[in-house]
């Protein structure tokens, strides 16, 4: 998947090459990549693409700002397969490229904790669009921020929404034994148990399996008026098929795993009424966010999903950092250290979508957390979660 921005050769399973649209003429203070990590090929290809081709739209939007700068900007993407060894032998790679001034990524949590260890021991920052996972920020790496909400925002979230407005009184939790499926369901776990919610079963299941009738008979017999999910979108749309077909009439929720047309696809008419939470809010709520829809549409030839709008703010965090440190350095090509000391320094930054002001440890102070509904095969906006 080379987006709109010319082909990409393949080294491994990473691009090897920049996208190069746009452009052209003299970069005398040499070439400057911007690195994204998430997975382009695989069943969880749909969202990590929406991450790339954000952060490839802000790059696309701010090429000349940084040629008059000159520099050559490119984008630099890689295909981390969602797996940890490949995230981490795609961050071996770009460490090992001086011209990698910053990283835009990961999807998935469990893929970002191992790559991150990778990017400290090179001073390499990262901004991450799109993980929810605790331990990414708890473990007191320098170069490590994202600009989304923890699993401890949005895992107790979830849980209120579904005592508070939903009326649940018995859950049923399954997780894909993740770090960011188990680590959300924990979360939503320890907030039901802390309203007095009733938690009837807690049960793990294997990514890529096709067959849940093992936990699902569990489910049915115990006929909770809720089933929760932590997992990402494949299993939970199989889930949510499998459910329906077994008889179960109550709702179902998930995390922000769910955040993808892909359900639909998978669920079929079953996915109707599923609810779940998000750390990405929807742009379409304003004129602004309208017609930054309908530029980018316009220019990257497809529409914005789930995380386009917060690759897009993660880049341009990246790019405003990069910049400032070009200017403290006397107009020359920044070093990491300098690049990473003006990301960490970011405060206030208005995105597209969200403000960005990150604390000591690289979470954004302003994150929020968001609520969805699956309904006529669509998704429908429910608002913040207070």
């Not at 990590?48 to 739209?57: E, L, N, P, V």
């Not at 900007?73 to 060894?85: G, R, S």
């Not at 460490?95 to 893929?111: E, F, I, K, R, S």
Request: charged share 25%; proline share 3%; aromatic share 8%.
């Amino acid at each position: 998947m080379t987006g709109c921005g010319g082909a990409a050769t393949q080294q491994g399973s990473g691009s090897s090459q920049a996208t190069t649209a746009g452009g052209g003429g003299q970069h005398s203070g040499g070439k400057i990549l911007i690195a994204t990590q998430s997975p382009l090929s695989g069943p969880q290809s749909f969202s990590g693409d929406s991450i790339k081709t954000g952060a490839q739209f802000a790059v696309e939007l701010r090429k000349e700002e940084f040629k008059q700068l000159g520099f050559d900007l490119q984008l630099f993407p890689q295909d981390d397969q969602a797996e940890p060894k490949q995230g981490v032998a795609n961050a071996e790679m770009l460490v090992a490229n001086p011209d990698v001034l910053a990283v835009v990524g990961h999807l998935n949590t469990g893929v970002a904790i191992p790559s991150s260890v990778k990017y400290e021991e090179a001073g390499l920052v990262m901004v991450s669009p799109a993980n929810t996972g605790v331990k990414l920020t708890e473990e007191g790496k320098k170069t490590v921020h994202r600009i989304c909400a923890r699993d401890d925002e949005q895992g107790p979230q979830g849980a209120k929404y579904a005592k508070n407005v939903l009326g649940v009184k018995k859950v049923f939790i399954i997780h894909d034994k993740t770090a960011y499926g188990q680590g959300i369901a924990e979360q939503v776990k320890k907030q039901f148990e802390a309203d007095g919610v009733e938690v009837l079963g807690y049960e793990g299941i294997t990514q890529g399996e096709k067959d849940y009738s093992a936990v699902l008979n569990q489910v049915v017999s115990k006929k909770p008026d809720m089933i929760y999910f932590g997992g990402m979108y494949p299993e939970g749309g199989t889930i949510v098929k499998q459910a329906r077909g077994k008889g179960f009439t109550g709702i179902i929720m998930g995390g922000d795993g769910l955040d993808s047309p892909e359900m639909i696809k998978i669920a079929g008419e079953a996915v109707e009424g599923v609810i779940y939470s998000s750390t990405a809010g929807d742009v379409s709520q304003t004129e602004e966010g309208r017609k930054w829809i309908a530029e980018y549409e316009k220019t990257m030839k497809k529409k914005p999903e789930s995380y386009s709008v917060y690759g897009f703010d993660a880049a341009n965090v990246v790019l405003n950092g990069i910049r400032e440190a070009i200017k403290s350095n006397g107009g020359k090509k920044p070093t990491r250290e300098q690049v990473l000391a003006a990301v960490h320094a970011t405060k206030d930054f208005k995105g597209q979508f969200t403000t960005v002001t990150f604390d000591e440890k690289g979470d954004n102070v302003n994150a929020a957390v968001y609520m969805y509904k699956f309904t006529k095969g669509k998704t429908e906006f429910l608002g913040k979660a207070e």
